[in-house]
């Protein structure tokens, strides 16, 4: 039934759930962040990169830059129809603002895995 | 006359005579911080490159982060992060209906605003 009412009837509360998931999905990484960085205060170079390496981590990792690219998406398609009035403009910064997250993503990935 | 008054019905939007309430305040700068964290994020993915690149780039990192106006930056962005973070709660607890009265929302308001600049504080006694 609540699938029923987030797909069909109300298309908007999809993107309205979206952006209340990645917010918790992101408050949770940015948390477990901390707590790792106060335990393990990596100093140098190496023990920074042993801190990135784990798999589990990096999948994390990921999980935090799609939501952080999720969420993004949805606040600045707000801001733009919110504050810019030509249709056109809009389409082309919103455009532009879509490209760069995918751009974003990609460079995410090759820093977790490019090596 | 109907559409003459209609016409000539004042309109209230000069920002400098809004005095906007500390619940509009949070939200407006809920939205600003989260423009911010958007448009540094090409820095923070180059900072995790550069910084994972190797020891040398792990290097010029730190160097670089050692300078002062660097330092006032990053401050300056994680003012951005925790007013996101703690006002983005705030509208998550608000969406279970926690704190939606007027005096709680003012109240919370309160909270996120000292949360905010105990957060900041502690981030940059910790960096400095």
Known sequence: MVIELLTKKYPGMRLWLAQRISAVVMAVYTVLFGLRLAIKQ?????????????????ILTLLFFISLYMHAWLGVRDVLKDYVFNLKLRVVLQTLVDVLLIVYLCWVSIILWGN | MQKAQAIKRPKNLNLLTIRLPINAVISIMHRMSGVVLFLIQPLLLLALTVSLSGPDGYAAMTELMQHWLLKLMLIALSWAFFHHFYAGLRHLAMDVHWMTSLQKARLSSRLVLCLVALSVLIFSIVIW
Request: charged share 10%.
């Open chain 1, 42 to 58: 990596p100093a140098g170079y190496e023990a920074w990169q042993l801190f990135m390496a784990p798999s589990w981590w990096r």
